[in-house]
């Protein structure tokens, strides 16, 4: 993965959501939140926004070692990153299900619904999918 340089981001419309009506989405989703959200807001773009951030947040599979750098890791640092460089905090590690069995990876909030994201490159499903593409459901939210 190459660095970002200053310029070189992408440009996106910013919004923002408030943790109870975020938590409130969720569960209508059937995604289990922890009792005290971790943040008061919960800033967003809309879908052609997180495409372009998105984008910059697929690692390599090289990355993965077992138990130390695994699927969660990946989901945290695509949350992190997506944190730190863009300010936007509501790409959140999501706990579920896929073909696989248990799985992390990330689901984001884009203003009318949920979408799901894979940051592992070596996934043949890596990237932006809508919730039950290639079998994955997010059950547990966090973030």
Excluded at 64 to 88: H, N, Q, V
Aim: hydrophobic share 40%; net charge negative; glycine share 12%.
């Amino acid at each position: 993965m190459g660095c970002l340089k200053l310029g070189n981001k992408p440009k996106f419309t910013e919004y923002r959501i408030g943790r109870f009506e975020l938590q409130a989405k969720l569960s209508s989703i059937g995604v289990a939140t922890p009792a005290d959200m971790w943040n008061n807001w919960y800033y967003y773009t809309d879908d052609v926004g997180w495409a372009n951030v998105l984008y910059h947040l697929v690692f390599s599979s090289s990355l993965y070692k077992p138990d130390r750098f695994d699927c969660e890791k990946y989901g945290l640092k695509a949350m992190i990153t997506c944190s730190e460089e863009y300010g936007l905090n509501a790409l959140c590690l999501a706990i579920g299900d896929m073909p696989l069995g248990r799985h992390g990876f990330n689901i984001f909030f884009l203003g009318d619904g949920f979408m799901l994201f894979e940051p592992n490159r070596g996934f043949e499903w890596a990237g932006i999918m809508e919730i039950g593409d290639n079998g994955y459901y997010p059950r547990e939210f966090y973030g």
